[in-house]
C-alpha cells in the first residue's frame, strides 16, 4: 500500500514493468492508427522530443478528439465550454524514465498525483483526472494476453484498494466536494482504461496515443460543483447522458469476448432530487455526505459486469 505521502509499506513483490513491456508483442512495423494519432507520435516520439512537448501534443489532442463521455457531457452542459482545457484535468505523466524505476516509484507517483487531485475536487476546481503511461512498447503493443495483464496491474496501481483489478468490472473512485454549507459530499467517478491499439478494434472508443491512460472522471461532482458557484447550465442538461464502463475490457486479453458492460444514466444531477442507497444513480448524481477525515476514502465496491 501506498501512504498519501507517497511513502510504501506492506506492499507485496510485483513482477518487474521493464520485463513486461520487454515482453509485449508488437504490432508489424508500418501499422497506422489512423492521420491524427500518428502525427502526435511523431512529436511523442521523435528524437529528442522534451516532456513539455510531447504533453503538448497529447493535449492538443485531446482538445480535437474528447475520447471519453465526460468530455462530451460538459461540452452539452457548459454553453461554448471547451471540454479539455488544461485547467479542467489533473494530468499524471508516467514516462518511460518512470516506468523503468518499477512498481514502487509508480505507486508512489500516482498516489501522490490522486491525491492533489482529489484536494483540488474538495474545492470544485477539478472533476476529472487523466494518467498517462507513455512508451513506444505501450503505443505500438498488440491487443492480446500480455497487453491486458499489464493494463491490469497498472490499474491496480492507481487502485490499490481494489487491487487486484480484474477484466470486465466496473470500479467507480471517489471524488469529494465541500458544499457551501460547510459539509462535505463523495460523489462516483468512473475509470477508464484507453489503449492506443483499440484504434480499429471493438473498443476503437477507447483509442488514444502514446500508449495507455486511465481516465477518471466524475460528471456529478462536475454538475454540484457549478451549482456551488451559481453557474446556470444550458437548458435541458440534466438529461444528458453520461457512458458508465469497465475499466479494463477483456477483449485486451482476448478472453471473454470483450463484453463492453457500458450503460448510459441520464443523470438527474442537476435536478432536486434526493437518491436512495440503493438506486442505481446514487453516488452518481448525488453525493455521499462523509466527515472531513473520509475525503480521501474510496467506498464504492466493484461491480461486474456478469
Same mark, same amino acid.
Given at each position: 500500500?501506498?501512504? +498519501? ?15 513486461? +513491456?520487454?515482453? +509485449? ?19 511523442? $516520439? !521523435? ?22 463521455? $465526460? ?36 505507486? &508512489? ?11 483540488? &475536487? ?6 476529472? $483526472? ?43 473512485? &471517489?471524488?469529494? /466536494? ?7 459530499? /463523495? $460523489? ?5 482504461? +484507453?489503449?492506443?491499439?483499440?484504434? !480499429? ?21 462536475? &454538475?454540484?460543483? /457549478? ?25 485486451? !486479453? ?15 444531477? /442537476? ?36
Amino acid at each position: 500500500m501506498i501512504a +498519501l505521502d507517497g511513502n510504501s509499506f506492506g506492499m507485496p513483490a510485483q513482477p518487474s514493468v521493464a520485463e513486461a +513491456l520487454e515482453a +509485449l508483442p508488437q504490432v508489424a512495423p508500418g501499422t497506422r492508427f489512423g492521420p491524427d494519432i500518428d502525427a502526435v507520435h511523431e512529436g511523442m $516520439f !521523435g528524437p529528442g522530443a522534451s516532456r513539455e512537448e510531447r504533453e503538448a501534443a497529447l493535449w492538443a489532442w485531446l482538445n480535437d478528439a474528447e475520447p471519453c463521455s $465526460f468530455g462530451r457531457f460538459v461540452e452539452r452542459i457548459e454553453s461554448g465550454a471547451n471540454a479539455v482545457k488544461r485547467g479542467s484535468i489533473d494530468l499524471c505523466w508516467i514516462g518511460e524514465e518512470d516506468l523503468a524505476r518499477g512498481h514502487e516509484h509508480l505507486a &508512489a507517483k500516482v498516489w501522490t498525483a490522486r491525491a492533489a487531485w482529489k484536494r483540488r &475536487a474538495i474545492a470544485g476546481e477539478c472533476s476529472a $483526472f487523466l494518467i498517462v503511461f507513455t512508451h513506444p512498447r505501450l503505443a505500438y503493443a498488440r491487443p492480446g494476453r500480455r497487453l491486458g495483464e499489464l493494463c491490469l496491474a497498472l490499474a491496480g496501481i492507481y487502485l490499490s484498494e481494489c487491487a487486484p483489478v480484474e477484466y470486465d468490472t466496473v470500479y467507480a473512485e &471517489a471524488l469529494p /466536494l465541500r458544499r457551501a454549507n460547510g459539509g462535505t459530499a /463523495l $460523489f462516483k467517478a468512473g475509470t477508464r482504461m +484507453l489503449f492506443t491499439g483499440a484504434h !480499429g478494434g471493438p473498443h476503437h472508443e477507447r483509442r488514444m496515443p502514446g500508449g495507455v491512460a486511465i481516465s477518471v472522471n466524475s460528471p456529478g461532482h462536475y &454538475a454540484a460543483s /457549478l451549482a456551488e458557484r451559481g453557474q446556470e447550465p444550458r437548458p435541458g442538461a440534466a438529461a444528458v447522458p453520461y457512458r458508465v464502463g469497465v475499466l479494463v475490457p477483456g477483449v485486451y !486479453g482476448q478472453a471473454g469476448g470483450g463484453v463492453s458492460a457500458s450503460r448510459g444514466l441520464r443523470l438527474g444531477c /442537476l435536478t432536486p432530487r434526493e437518491f436512495t442507497v440503493s438506486d442505481p444513480e446514487h453516488g452518481w448524481a448525488s453525493g455521499l455526505p462523509i466527515g472531513d477525515d473520509a475525503m480521501l476514502t474510496n467506498p464504492w465496491e466493484p461491480v461486474g459486469s456478469r
